[in-house]
């Protein structure tokens, strides 16, 4: 278990099928054709010094340190830059080779602190190690010129950049461009006065560009950009594979650890979702896991007007026991219900689930998707037969047209974005649908061929009009819809968007997109090649949401872009367990595989395992949960790792139905807003703190797992179990993976997963059963799950949700790269240096017209409610359309958003709320009041004395 | 009316439009309504007396709830 850098082969692996047979210092070597030599020679065994090179990165050529001897060439070539050739014989190591390489050494370590002994990366500097692997003891010259004692920045929180310590291999400058994206760092100067900047050279890394993905920190072979965490605590001793928490892409990263003290995370290479990248969140916002606000005790009270008293755990499950039962036997079971989080693991999901399903003894059990992506749950199902997305994210390096709707994944979901970017920069085409110009529309060396800015609430239109252009100009691959979907309907289907008032011209009023523009892209999407669509919850978060992944679905199926690598249709999902949240059964018309509860078979396959039998009738979801509540007849909630009260709509109706419930339990990591109304809290533990599962968008099943002992004392999934026993149910699980063990039993999908074969494996993607027992990375590829492919027509119904006279503008959300959802864990770290408040997003004209200028107080008001926040005046956003995001509990974005909803799901429409904007000079009444309540409601007794 | 059965309605109504292409847009809604309303929805809304649902959405409920 000691401490082992992750292995470096120094350039990228070759994908190509040819295979190469070559000698390496007498040793026969096969490798495919492109391998550089000093791949070959290292996946060999034999690493040939280097420094500008590493496997991140395309090899580059400048250090000179990596040279070696090629049997019929002259001179000594650089093995990062040579590819093999057949029966090519290289010597690694010869004594002229020694004496170059010395000599390179030598020049390097002449201008560079000799401090190695107090410096940071001791011991892990492959500047240190390569002067030892080519024996440098002693250095000839004494530097006139050096460029020791620069000045040091420490602008960014996460890293420092000590530029005495650089050797300009530029491997930060190409780690940038190449695997983030963002080009934020420039080599300036030449020669000997070259060196690395952040933008201009009057610019520290806080003030550049740079977004602190920390991969120029990862692949810098120095001390000069190198972790804060690793100057103060040391560098780690040991380290442990898991997985982010924050989203859906669901980076796999090394927990690098001192002790029971995380060092640092570092991407790990080998994590098929992230091939060894990161973003500023799961690298370096992981600080509120140790955050002094975190509860560590169980605390109850007997109303929400009282102050918490602290108790011990078992006070505390008797006595949620005893109210859950109290309530039970008073208002009957269905005045129960839970809701499971998308933060938590697929064992902790599903053991709420099951404490729902066989304990409270009804269905009343809702997951936080609801609020985001049960509409993809429910179009793709119809549409294709199963719940999830189509394709790996590998997949994207095949696309040639990336159409990208409703999402903005350069913020929400940053290293897929990176991959993404990466084949744009490729030259594959981008087509973006959304009301907002977002970063990917245009940056560097990106442009998106078409940006169809559409007015918010009209997706179902925009996919009409393009659908419309596909079937009457004759793009439609018709022998894959012959071939795959059914006919019938794919007819009736094309009968409607041909109809002329689904023509781009008919349609441009609507959604104010130019007609030309829309058949331009429509043209792109289905002749451009592969075709990818990539949409996220400016999609589902709309009335119509369930329509428009159906109409997605059904370009999909008319192009015939879907069944191979590089194209498909792709939710990107907002946490990073929205997927196995969806799998566990957290639905209340649903069990686990995404079998309704009304079918008997299924239902009697869990009645067997648990012993108890099960409601048939589907139950609440979260916004029936709240209109049963102020009905008076939902009283006694146990949410686990949510916070409704800020993330869902219309906060004062969620306020109203939570303070209506005489039992609220509140399982978490801190006192969130809604255990403002809790009478229960049950203290969570950080991802870090536990082992389990987590699913991420692209159905990949990860490990996540334990690194330090909870803080709190137990792991969430033994927090369920014990309130379960207490309740009289009879479980003893010892160990996650004994959950999943009977996941697998009950869920055909995940027959084939187990504990064992993911550690074997890093990751599997469901199904994972006897037709696919290494999981499956593109779905759909010989026929739909469902049989033939389904075509709905999907006819735009104008949301209920207008603007007038009272309400002109119309308000959208969304959130941004720094923080995460509701804030509670990246607002408690060094993440609020780049977001500090939510900003309301207003176009100059609508700005001009109001008497708003940048950064004034501003009032947003709806019909639900209205709140405060600052301005930003941006041509980001169209005249009549505001945007903001909704990361801090003060601003209550949420007081405005209504509580319609999608048709077909009950998903929030958070996408579209008629406001109306004007100038404020500070907090609402509501946001005072709020404000005074919450410090109220959080007051903890003060333990009494001890004897 | 309650606002939950002011929902429901509203609800209704959203579903029977939604599914206005379907061969049978009645049988679809009450379908729909079958599959994911909770029992206690349900009966607010047989108990109803149809004030402000569509025609369809009101057909659909009158099937479901005379099969109930
Ligand atoms: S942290 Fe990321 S964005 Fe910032 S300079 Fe380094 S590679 Fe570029
Ligand atoms: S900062 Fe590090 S990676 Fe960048 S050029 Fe200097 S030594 Fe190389
Ligand atoms: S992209 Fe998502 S999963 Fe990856 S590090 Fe960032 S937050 Fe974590
Ligand atoms: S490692 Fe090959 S030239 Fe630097």
């Given at each position: 278990m000691t401490y082992q850098p992750q292995a470096d082969f120094g350039t990228p692996a070759s994908r190509s099928d040819e295979q190469v047979t070559l000698t390496i210092d007498g040793r026969e070597v096969t490798v495919p054709a492109g391998t550089s030599v000093m791949r070959a020679a290292s996946e060999q065994g034999t690493s040939i010094p280097k420094l500008c090179a590493t496997d991140s990165l395309a090899s580059f050529g400048s250090c000179r340190l990596c040279l070696v001897e090629i049997e019929g060439r002259r001179g000594t070539p650089a093995s990062c830059t040579t590819p093999v050739e057949p029966g090519m014989v290289v010597k690694t190591q010869t004594p002229h080779l020694a004496k170059l390489r010395k000599g390179v050494m030598e020049l390097y370590i002449s201008d560079h602190p000799l401090d190695c002994l107090t410096c940071a990366a001791n011991g892990d500097c492959e500047l240190q190690d390569q002067a030892g692997a080519v024996g440098l003891r002693d250095v000839r010259y004494a530097a006139d010129a050096t460029h020791l004692g620069q000045t040091k920045d420490h602008s960014n929180p996460y890293f420092d950049f000590d530029p005495s310590k650089c050797i300009v291999c530029s491997r930060c400058v190409r780690a940038c461009d190449e695997v983030q994206g963002t080009l934020a760092l420039t080599v300036q100067g030449r020669g000997f006065g070259s060196k690395i900047s952040a933008g201009l050279s009057s610019d520290n890394f806080l003030g550049s560009e740079c977004v602190s993905c920390g991969a120029c920190v990862q692949a810098c072979p120095t001390a000069t950009l190198v972790e804060k965490k690793v100057v103060e605590i040391g560098t780690p001793e040991r380290s442990v594979v898991t997985t982010c928490a924050y989203c859906g892409v669901g980076c796999t990263f090394r927990a690098e650890m001192r002790g029971e003290q995380l060092v640092r995370m570092v991407p790990w290479k080998d994590g098929k979702a992230n091939r060894g990248h990161s973003c500023v969140k799961g690298r370096f916002a992981w600080g509120y896991a140790q955050h002094q606000d975190r509860i560590l005790k169980p605390m109850i009270r007997a109303s929400i007007d009282q102050p918490w008293r602290e108790v011990e755990w078992d006070e505390a499950f008797a006595y949620a026991a005893s109210e859950l039962k109290r309530i039970s036997a008073k208002y009957g079971k269905h005045a129960l219900g839970g809701i499971t989080s998308s933060r938590c693991t697929n064992e902790e999901t599903f053991l709420v689930q099951k404490l729902v399903r066989a304990g409270f003894g009804n269905n009343n059990v809702d997951t936080c998707a609801r609020v985001c992506h049960s509409p993809t749950g429910y179009g793709l199902k119809t549409t294709f037969g199963t719940s999830a997305g189509t394709q790996d994210f590998d997949s994207v390096e095949d696309s040639d047209v990336i159409l990208v709707i409703g999402a903005n994944p350069t913020d929400g979901h940053p290293v897929f974005a990176s991959r993404m970017k990466k084949r744009l920069r490729q030259g594959a085409k981008l087509i973006v649908i959304d009301p907002r110009r977002t970063d990917l529309v245009r940056s560097p060396h990106i442009e998106a061929q078409h940006h169809l800015a559409l007015r918010p609430g009209t997706n179902v239109a925009v996919l009409t009009a393009i659908a419309h252009t596909i079937v009457t100009e004759g793009l439609v691959d018709e022998a894959f819809v012959r071939e795959r979907c059914d006919w019938d309907e794919y007819r009736e289907w094309a009968d409607f968007v041909s109809q002329a008032r689904n023509s781009p011209e008919m349609l441009e009023p609507v959604t104010q997109v130019p007609a030309a523009e829309l058949r331009a892209a429509a043209r792109l999407y289905a002749t451009g090649g592969n075709g990818a669509i990539y949409y996220g919850l400016g999609v589902t978060e709309h009335s119509q949401g369930s329509s428009t992944v159906m109409a997605i679905a059904n370009l999909a199926m008319a192009t015939g872009n879907i069944g191979r690598r590089g194209v498909g249709v792709n939710p990107l999902r907002g946490q990073n367990n929205v997927q196995g949240a969806c799998d566990m059964g957290s639905?209340?018309?649903?069990?686990?595989?995404?079998?309704?509860?009304?079918?008997?078979?299924?239902?009697?396959?869990?009645?067997?395992?648990?012993?108890?039998?099960?409601?048939?009738?589907?139950?609440?979801?979260?916004?029936?949960?709240?209109?049963?509540?102020?009905?008076?007849?939902?009283?006694?909630?146990?949410?686990?790792?949510?916070?409704?009260?800020?993330?869902?709509?219309?906060?004062?109706?969620?306020?109203?139905?939570?303070?209506?419930?005489?039992?609220?339990?509140?399982?978490?990591?801190?006192?969130?807003?809604?255990?403002?109304?809790?009478?229960?809290?049950?203290?969570?533990?950080?991802?870090?703190?536990?082992?389990?599962?987590?699913t991420n968008a692209e159905r990949r099943i990860q490990p996540v797992r334990k690194v330090m002992t909870p803080l709190n004392g137990l792991e969430d999934w033994e927090v369920t179990q014990e309130l379960a026993r207490a309740m009289g149910l009879d479980w003893n699980y010892a160990h996650p993976s004994e959950i999943m063990d009977e996941i697998a039993r009950l869920t055909p999908s995940f027959k084939g997963v187990s504990f064992d074969r993911l550690d074997q494996e890093g990751s599997l993607q469901w199904p994972v059963n006897d037709a696919a027992p290494d999981g499956s990375p593109i779905m759909h590829i010989d026929g739909f799950?469902?049989?033939?492919?389904?075509?709905v027509v999907t006819d735009y119904v104008p949301t209920d949700e207008k603007t007038g006279p009272r309400f002109p503008l119309l308000l959208t959300t969304g959130r941004i790269l720094s923080q995460y959802n509701v804030g509670a864990q990246t607002r408690r770290t060094d993440n609020v240096l780049w977001h500090e408040e939510d900003l309301l997003e207003i176009h100059p004209v609508d700005a001009e017209d109001r008497g708003i200028k940048d950064g004034d107080w501003v009032k947003l008001a709806s019909r639900a409610g209205e709140t405060t926040l600052r301005a930003t005046v941006t041509e980001r956003v169209a005249p009549g359309v505001v945007y903001t995001t909704f990361h801090h509990p003060l601003t209550q974005a949420n007081v405005v958003t209504t509580d319609y909803s999608d048709w077909a799901t009950n998903c929030p429409e958070y996408k579209v709320t008629a406001v109306q904007i004007s100038p404020s000079n500070g907090p609402t009444d509501w946001q005072e009041d709020y404000e005074a309540q919450a410090r109220r409601s959080r007051r903890i007794a003060e333990a009494e004395a001890a004897e | 009316m309650s606002s939950t059965l002011d929902n429901l309605v509203r609800m209704a109504n959203q579903i029977a439009a939604n599914l206005q292409h379907e061969p049978d847009p009645a049988a679809a809604t009450a379908e729909h309504i079958h599959l994911f309303w909770d029992p206690r929805m349900k009966r607010m809304i047989f108990d109803h007396d149809g004030t402000g649902l569509s025609p369809d959405a009101a057909k659909a409920i009158a099937a479901l709830k005379a099969s109930a």
């Amino acid at each position: 278990m000691t401490y082992q850098p992750q292995a470096d082969f120094g350039t990228p692996a070759s994908r190509s099928d040819e295979q190469v047979t070559l000698t390496i210092d007498g040793r026969e070597v096969t490798v495919p054709a492109g391998t550089s030599v000093m791949r070959a020679a290292s996946e060999q065994g034999t690493s040939i010094p280097k420094l500008c090179a590493t496997d991140s990165l395309a090899s580059f050529g400048s250090c000179r340190l990596c040279l070696v001897e090629i049997e019929g060439r002259r001179g000594t070539p650089a093995s990062c830059t040579t590819p093999v050739e057949p029966g090519m014989v290289v010597k690694t190591q010869t004594p002229h080779l020694a004496k170059l390489r010395k000599g390179v050494m030598e020049l390097y370590i002449s201008d560079h602190p000799l401090d190695c002994l107090t410096c940071a990366a001791n011991g892990d500097c492959e500047l240190q190690d390569q002067a030892g692997a080519v024996g440098l003891r002693d250095v000839r010259y004494a530097a006139d010129a050096t460029h020791l004692g620069q000045t040091k920045d420490h602008s960014n929180p996460y890293f420092d950049f000590d530029p005495s310590k650089c050797i300009v291999c530029s491997r930060c400058v190409r780690a940038c461009d190449e695997v983030q994206g963002t080009l934020a760092l420039t080599v300036q100067g030449r020669g000997f006065g070259s060196k690395i900047s952040a933008g201009l050279s009057s610019d520290n890394f806080l003030g550049s560009e740079c977004v602190s993905c920390g991969a120029c920190v990862q692949a810098c072979p120095t001390a000069t950009l190198v972790e804060k965490k690793v100057v103060e605590i040391g560098t780690p001793e040991r380290s442990v594979v898991t997985t982010c928490a924050y989203c859906g892409v669901g980076c796999t990263f090394r927990a690098e650890m001192r002790g029971e003290q995380l060092v640092r995370m570092v991407p790990w290479k080998d994590g098929k979702a992230n091939r060894g990248h990161s973003c500023v969140k799961g690298r370096f916002a992981w600080g509120y896991a140790q955050h002094q606000d975190r509860i560590l005790k169980p605390m109850i009270r007997a109303s929400i007007d009282q102050p918490w008293r602290e108790v011990e755990w078992d006070e505390a499950f008797a006595y949620a026991a005893s109210e859950l039962k109290r309530i039970s036997a008073k208002y009957g079971k269905h005045a129960l219900g839970g809701i499971t989080s998308s933060r938590c693991t697929n064992e902790e999901t599903f053991l709420v689930q099951k404490l729902v399903r066989a304990g409270f003894g009804n269905n009343n059990v809702d997951t936080c998707a609801r609020v985001c992506h049960s509409p993809t749950g429910y179009g793709l199902k119809t549409t294709f037969g199963t719940s999830a997305g189509t394709q790996d994210f590998d997949s994207v390096e095949d696309s040639d047209v990336i159409l990208v709707i409703g999402a903005n994944p350069t913020d929400g979901h940053p290293v897929f974005a990176s991959r993404m970017k990466k084949r744009l920069r490729q030259g594959a085409k981008l087509i973006v649908i959304d009301p907002r110009r977002t970063d990917l529309v245009r940056s560097p060396h990106i442009e998106a061929q078409h940006h169809l800015a559409l007015r918010p609430g009209t997706n179902v239109a925009v996919l009409t009009a393009i659908a419309h252009t596909i079937v009457t100009e004759g793009l439609v691959d018709e022998a894959f819809v012959r071939e795959r979907c059914d006919w019938d309907e794919y007819r009736e289907w094309a009968d409607f968007v041909s109809q002329a008032r689904n023509s781009p011209e008919m349609l441009e009023p609507v959604t104010q997109v130019p007609a030309a523009e829309l058949r331009a892209a429509a043209r792109l999407y289905a002749t451009g090649g592969n075709g990818a669509i990539y949409y996220g919850l400016g999609v589902t978060e709309h009335s119509q949401g369930s329509s428009t992944v159906m109409a997605i679905a059904n370009l999909a199926m008319a192009t015939g872009n879907i069944g191979r690598r590089g194209v498909g249709v792709n939710p990107l999902r907002g946490q990073n367990n929205v997927q196995g949240a969806c799998d566990m059964g957290s639905f209340p018309h649903e069990l686990s595989g995404y079998r309704h509860i009304s079918d008997g078979e299924t239902r009697r396959l869990f009645e067997g395992e648990w012993g108890v039998p099960l409601d048939p009738e589907p139950g609440l979801r979260i916004p029936n949960m709240l209109d049963a509540a102020t009905d008076g007849v939902f009283k006694a909630l146990y949410v686990q790792g949510e916070d409704i009260l800020q993330s869902d709509p219309n906060t004062k109706h969620v306020a109203a139905g939570l303070a209506a419930m005489e039992c609220v339990i509140v399982h978490d990591l801190f006192l969130n807003e809604t255990a403002n109304y809790a009478h229960i809290f049950l203290p969570g533990s950080t991802f870090l703190e536990k082992n389990g599962t987590f699913t991420n968008a692209e159905r990949r099943i990860q490990p996540v797992r334990k690194v330090m002992t909870p803080l709190n004392g137990l792991e969430d999934w033994e927090v369920t179990q014990e309130l379960a026993r207490a309740m009289g149910l009879d479980w003893n699980y010892a160990h996650p993976s004994e959950i999943m063990d009977e996941i697998a039993r009950l869920t055909p999908s995940f027959k084939g997963v187990s504990f064992d074969r993911l550690d074997q494996e890093g990751s599997l993607q469901w199904p994972v059963n006897d037709a696919a027992p290494d999981g499956s990375p593109i779905m759909h590829i010989d026929g739909f799950v469902r049989g033939k492919g389904k075509f709905v027509v999907t006819d735009y119904v104008p949301t209920d949700e207008k603007t007038g006279p009272r309400f002109p503008l119309l308000l959208t959300t969304g959130r941004i790269l720094s923080q995460y959802n509701v804030g509670a864990q990246t607002r408690r770290t060094d993440n609020v240096l780049w977001h500090e408040e939510d900003l309301l997003e207003i176009h100059p004209v609508d700005a001009e017209d109001r008497g708003i200028k940048d950064g004034d107080w501003v009032k947003l008001a709806s019909r639900a409610g209205e709140t405060t926040l600052r301005a930003t005046v941006t041509e980001r956003v169209a005249p009549g359309v505001v945007y903001t995001t909704f990361h801090h509990p003060l601003t209550q974005a949420n007081v405005v958003t209504t509580d319609y909803s999608d048709w077909a799901t009950n998903c929030p429409e958070y996408k579209v709320t008629a406001v109306q904007i004007s100038p404020s000079n500070g907090p609402t009444d509501w946001q005072e009041d709020y404000e005074a309540q919450a410090r109220r409601s959080r007051r903890i007794a003060e333990a009494e004395a001890a004897e | 009316m309650s606002s939950t059965l002011d929902n429901l309605v509203r609800m209704a109504n959203q579903i029977a439009a939604n599914l206005q292409h379907e061969p049978d847009p009645a049988a679809a809604t009450a379908e729909h309504i079958h599959l994911f309303w909770d029992p206690r929805m349900k009966r607010m809304i047989f108990d109803h007396d149809g004030t402000g649902l569509s025609p369809d959405a009101a057909k659909a409920i009158a099937a479901l709830k005379a099969s109930a």
